[in-house]
């Protein structure tokens, strides 16, 4: 079997990144952005219009049968590749954030190509360039340092996509069963957790959060930096009803260390985001000086009768987050609930014995599900990690042979 491995640029017609697009609603040509391009796939959902008349777009700009697209610009989404594999009704192009990789097709079959350049995606992906947030990767970087190995017969390429292709159908199958696995464990969670305030009704009525709360409290609105004295809290270090301290930010600032840090158990809810996340709330643990973000709120309550915990699970409970988009006021792409709103929240006050027997099963059946969800990462991850060992495979020669 005869393989050649050369930069990739000799093997492409074209390498261009897209256009800076004139938005417009209604007719208009298709523009696909990073959004659109996920998991080797392309998404019109994300997609918008671009003004053709107002902006003329080049016709080797327009997307064809075998192009693929890589993501170049960014943190996350950086270096993410997929293929047109399929004719469209509409015209399609990509903005400036995405750069068209088109094969010389005589060279090629086509999804080979693709193929080939999910082979390297890892590389592409450690390529960008720049500040964190602002990494992009360049065309001509694209063009010239990367190198991709294909066997010139187009039969030998074709019996390799036949076998990647059902290869990978299995692997993505299994992939689906463990997310699906995974979500699973959180709707049964969820549905545990709504069990046990819907049995605190038959026995307590509603009074309002206010009623138990000194106060609620707006966090700093000063501008945060990535190196400092103290961490920031912000709305992103909420993630499934706890602290998520991944992601820092920091201040130095003497006057918000001392009027916003947080006291052990303190709940934080957050008060603005997209309407999915507004109303989440975490309890904060630790004793390190840490403040809080503008957009979350401190609840101060009387903790003689209230316990963290319960707080927090109760304003996670599905009854309690579906109240909040009831009152919830609406900007562009933005909800928010203002601290006034918070403390109207009606709630339910059982004894502190009673709290704790709820706490106590919630956080145990909270173990088992987390327990489930990381074995099913370990085998989403595991599986990711045989699709690229098939893929180094194929690209060495090893799956197919003559």
């Not at 319960?310 to 601290?339: D, P, W």
């Amino acid at each position: 079997m005869s393989w050649k491995t050369v930069p990739l640029v000799e093997v492409t017609e074209l390498i261009t990144r897209g256009i800076s697009p004139i938005y417009c609603e209604g007719d208009g040509i298709t523009i696909l952005n990073q959004k659109c391009i996920r998991n080797h796939e392309i998404s019109l959902g994300p997609a918008r219009k671009h003004d053709s008349i107002a902006k003329v777009v080049k016709e080797d700009r327009k997307l064809k049968y075998g192009d693929v697209l890589i993501n170049s610009t960014g943190t996350g989404t950086l270096g993410r590749v997929a293929q047109i594999l399929s004719e469209s009704d509409e015209e399609l192009t990509v903005d400036s954030h995405v750069t068209i990789v088109r094969p010389q097709k005589e060279l090629f079959y086509l999804p080979f190509f693709g193929y080939m350049l999910i082979a390297i995606e890892d590389q592409l992906k450690r390529a960008g360039e720049g500040a964190s947030g602002q990494t992009e990767l360049r065309r001509t970087a694209v063009a010239n340092e990367f190198l991709v190995a294909y066997p010139t017969s187009k039969a030998i390429q074709q019996k390799i996509v036949t076998k990647l292709d059902a290869i990978f159908a299995e692997i993505d199958k299994a992939t689906a069963v463990a997310e699906a696995n995974a979500k699973n464990a959180d709707a049964l969670l969820s549905a545990f957790i709504s069990q046990s305030f819907s049995n605190l009704k038959k026995h307590h009525n509603y009074i309002q959060l206010g009623d138990v709360c000194t106060g609620v409290e707006y966090g700093s609105s000063s501008k945060s930096e990535p190196t400092g004295r103290v961490p920031v809290l912000r709305m992103g270090n909420i993630l499934g009803g706890k602290l998520d301290l991944a992601d820092l930010v920091f201040t130095s600032n003497e006057d918000d260390v001392a009027k916003y840090s947080l006291n052990n158990g303190d709940v934080l809810f957050n008060r603005t985001n997209s309407p999915l996340h507004v109303g989440k709330s975490a309890v904060f643990y630790g004793d390190q000086p840490t403040i809080f973000a503008g957009y979350l709120i401190r609840i101060n309550f009387d903790k003689t009768k209230v316990l963290p915990e319960f707080l927090c699970f109760y304003l996670n409970s599905k009854e309690v987050r579906e109240y909040g988009y009831t009152v919830m006021s609406h900007s562009i792409n933005q909800a928010n609930i203002n601290g006034s709103k918070l403390k109207c929240y009606p709630f339910l006050l059982p004894s502190i014995d009673v709290q704790k027997q709820i706490v106590d099963e919630i956080t145990l059946m909270q173990d088992k599900t987390d327990l489930l969800k990381s074995n099913y990462k370990l085998k989403s991850n595991l599986l990711s990690i045989e699709k690229n060992s098939i893929l180094r495979q194929a690209f060495n020669g090893e799956l197919v042979r003559d």
